[in-house]
């Protein structure tokens, strides 16, 4: 049995069980050994701007000046986000932080915006990037939808997963992508994450997944599988 086992104390975030779900040497690598590689720092400003503003203007403040001040590139975006379906939403909350308890597991994120429209929750996640590929987020959905709708079920807000999606908006192609939820995905969903975390606890077998994207991983000298 491996130190992280029974370890129930444990708060487990998107990132740690997205890495595993990735590859469960790497989250090895990074979370049990803690290899410290150096990155070069990423160009994020930005999306880092932007997010900013949008976070801003969705707390009700006055984002003209801060808005009027990007770039003529970013401007695009934040009028793509402006002049998207959200302007028709009731704000919750931006920057939403969560933990809730599924089962004996802690569980914490950080959302973009959670609306309300037509009685129904809507999760909503905004991407700058032009590369953004919809594969690429399928766990933080999982992640997202799982624990959102917990959290407003134990707050007696819906009754259903049928009342409950997540959006994401593609600010650079000015398109949206809607995900509905239901009781059929909240099981598969719930099964998922619980089975990871599991694995973390009491498999003692970090193997590598092989990939061709090894070589893009920032951890690939690191790694004793290849």
Request: aromatic letters at 14%; one cysteine or more.
């Amino acid at each position: 049995m491996n130190k992280t086992a029974n370890n129930t104390s444990t708060t487990y975030t998107l990132s740690k069980l997205q890495m595993y779900d990735e590859c469960p040497q790497k989250y090895k690598l990074c979370y049990i050994d803690r290899v410290h590689i150096v990155e070069p720092i990423a160009q994020t400003q930005t999306g880092n701007n932007l997010h900013s503003i949008i976070n801003y203007y969705l707390k009700g403040m006055d984002v003209t000046k801060l808005a009027e001040a990007l770039p003529k590139s970013d401007k695009q975006l934040w009028y793509n986000f402006k002049n998207s379906d959200v302007k028709n939403y009731k704000i919750i909350k931006s920057e939403y932080a969560f933990n809730l308890k599924i089962d004996e597991y802690w569980l914490t994120g950080r959302l973009d915006a959670l609306f309300e429209f037509d009685g129904n929750y809507i999760i909503l996640d905004w991407k700058t990037g032009s590369s953004f590929a919809p594969e690429k987020v399928k766990f933080q959905t999982t992640f997202y939808l799982l624990c959102i709708y917990e959290i407003l079920k134990l707050k007696k807000l819906i009754s259903t997963p049928e009342e409950l999606s997540m959006q994401y908006l593609n600010l650079a192609a000015d398109s949206k992508i809607n995900i509905l939820f239901g009781e059929e995905k909240y099981l598969a969903y719930k099964k998922q994450v619980l089975d990871i975390i599991t694995n973390i606890n009491e498999n003692p077998n970090f193997y590598c997944n092989k990939t061709p994207a090894c070589k893009h991983c920032k951890y690939y000298r690191a790694c004793p599988y290849v």
